[in-house]
């Protein structure tokens, strides 16, 4: 088993491989998770949103949600979830979006595309290979009108979720910097990873 701590702002990356799981723990509660996962044998084959949104007729990520890739194959299933609801649609903050929301003040702050570019190149990937991420404890409520906003989380310390890799994958992970909107209560803070190896 493996345990890292991942300091407020960070970025982490691991290979888990198929069987094993990972554990995510928000440790002090309203912190999001933001999450890419690819085909360690072949990164060209990567999470996609449309795919596990179509496969489980649903927006929010659960216990029993499987996260599919661009062919349609499964990469990861979520085996175990004490919050209950997680984003598939919010994206990554980024230089841009931050400028766009929140005013040109805003461009030198620190972003999750920032790490994923970062971590990434630790693996060979680059910026062609981010695709729409998945937000781990993020709040995001969608009306019906399709409005939808970013909103304080519902998660709490110590809370916590678990993956089981359906075959070896690269997981990319940034713990989310933004203090622009209330996804990490303005204030980010540290989360842990716990590998499990497969049985």
């Known amino acids: 088993m493996t345990h890292v701590t ?6 982490w990356s691991a290979v888990v491989r198929a069987g094993g799981t990972l554990t995510v723990t928000d440790l002090h509660g309203n912190q999001a998770v933001d999450f890419l996962v690819y085909d360690a ?3 060209a084959v990567r999470y996609s949103a449309p795919d596990t949104i179509q496969a489980q007729g649903n927006i929010f990520l659960t216990t029993g949600s499987v996260l599919m890739s661009n062919e349609h194959t499964p990469l990861m299933t979520v085996v175990e979830d004490e919050v209950g609801r997680h984003d598939t649609v919010g994206g990554a903050c980024s230089k841009e979006s931050n400028t766009l929301r929140y005013g ?4 030198s702050q620190h972003a999750c595309v920032d790490n994923f570019l970062a971590e990434g190149a630790r693996h060979g990937l680059g910026k062609r290979d981010l695709v729409s991420n998945i937000n781990w404890y993020m709040n995001v409520p969608v009306e019906k009108d399709g409005t939808l906003g970013i909103v304080d989380g519902i998660s709490a310390p110590g809370l916590r979720l678990t993956l089981r890799a359906e075959r070896d994958v690269i997981v990319l992970v940034s713990n989310c910097p933004q203090t622009n909107n209330p996804c990490n209560g303005f204030e980010p803070t540290a989360v842990a990873m716990t590998i499990g190896e497969s049985a």
């Open 104 to 107: 040109h003040h805003t461009w």
């Open 41 to 43: 044998a072949d990164t």
């Open 6 to 11: 991942v300091p407020a702002r960070a970025a």
